[in-house]
Antibody, heavy 116, light 108 residues
């Protein structure tokens, strides 16, 4: 059974940092491109970042470029999102998803709240 | 950036009826690389359709996708109680990946 479990969310002050993790199981993680998608409260979905299976190629939305970094550790079957210089506009549920074009399986999400 | 516009915003229907959801792109979607997702309240999105018309694994055949270029449709035949949710389209033919604003299918 495919499982994606996000962690690392919480309340952070503007300008702060957080690192999200996504633990994967039930499929060959090292062969799967992955991505992060976020959803602001009561709003729609927005792609954040994608990474190739090897980790050698990464792509970030313009809205997070230079502040967020997607990475992975295939030895630990884990996907990461390092988020720096957070603003209120980054408040959202962050989902990790399997795939880097469309997401064929999604985790349950983790809430990130940026507020003073 | 390709902008996806979904209509209607809200669709009020009864169980057993057919739902027709529209997704219109601001420019042609390359290779019809368009996906549809269902999101129930408090849950993660679930992939329904990819490549405009291919059903994802385990998706009932009452869900079907069609269209090409700039106009795409998701049809749900004989709505079941568990089908009432928000539906999103997403294009993956060009960067950045973009989503539509969603259509809520609610019980009439």
């Amino acid at each position: 059974e495919v499982q994606l479990v996000e962690s690392g969310g919480g309340l952070v002050q503007p300008g702060g940092s957080l690192r999200l993790s996504c633990a994967a199981s039930g499929f060959t993680f090292s062969s799967s491109p992955m991505c992060w998608v976020r959803q602001a409260p009561g709003k729609g979905l927005a792609w954040v970042a994608s990474i190739s299976a090897s980790g050698g190629s990464t792509y970030h939305a313009d809205s997070v470029k230079g502040r967020f970094t997607i990475s992975r550790d295939n030895s630990k079957n884990t996907l990461y999102l390092q988020m720096n210089s957070l603003t209120a506009g980054d408040t959202a549920v962050y989902y990790c998803a399997k795939g880097n074009t469309f997401g064929d399986f999604w985790g349950q999400g983790v809430l990130v709240t940026v507020s003073s | 950036e390709i902008v996806l516009t979904q209509s209607p915003g809200i669709l009020s229907l009864s169980p057993g009826e057919r739902a027709t959801l529209s997704c219109r792109a601001s420019q042609s979607v390359s290779s019809n690389y368009l996906a549809w997702y269902q999101q129930r309240p408090g849950q993660a999105p679930r992939l329904l359709i990819y490549g405009a018309s291919s059903r994802a694994t385990g998706i009932p055949d009452r869900f079907s996708g069609s269209g090409s270029g700039t106009d795409f449709t998701l049809t749900i035949n004989r709505l079941e109680p568990e089908d009432f949710a928000v539906f999103y389209c997403q294009q993956y033919g060009s960067s950045p990946l973009t989503f539509g604003g969603g259509t809520k299918v609610e019980i009439k």
